[in-house]
Nanobody, 127 residues
């Protein structure tokens, strides 16, 4: 089982930036995908970005393309999500998760492929 702990959330104004971090431990080769998800009040949890820890291939949900970048530092066992040009609609609890690919080395943004989750970090963007 992979343990994950998010940090870096906060409150910013629209147009601002934040970098989320996710410290990981207990990594297993059966969970090579690391992803960021978010859940706003009253909404379903949605996948934001994912990365394959070996191939480093990435995938993003359309609304964040060009604004968010997912990356990893294997030496520090840390996953990152750099967010720029934040908008009020980005307000949500952000979670990191570990899981399996949906095909080959391709990671999904479907929460059904992820088995281990962090506790979340809140991001609030004001207009």
């Amino acid at each position: 089982q992979v343990q994950l702990a998010e940090s870096g959330g906060g409150s910013v104004q629209a147009g601002g930036s934040l970098r989320l971090s996710c410290a990981t431990s207990g990594y297993t080769s059966s969970s090579p995908c690391l992803g960021w998800f978010r859940q706003a009040p009253g909404k379903e949890r949605e996948g934001v970005a994912a990365i394959h820890t070996f191939g480093a291939g990435t995938v993003y949900v359309a609304p964040v393309k060009g604004r968010f970048i997912i990356s990893q530092d294997n030496a520090k066992n840390t996953l990152y999500l750099q967010m720029i040009s934040l908008q009020p609609e980005d307000t949500a609890m952000y979670y990191c998760a570990a899981g399996r690919p949906w095909y080959g080395a391709m990671c999904a943004l479907d929460r059904g492929y992820y088995s281990d989750w962090g506790q979340g970090t809140q991001v609030t963007v004001s207009s």
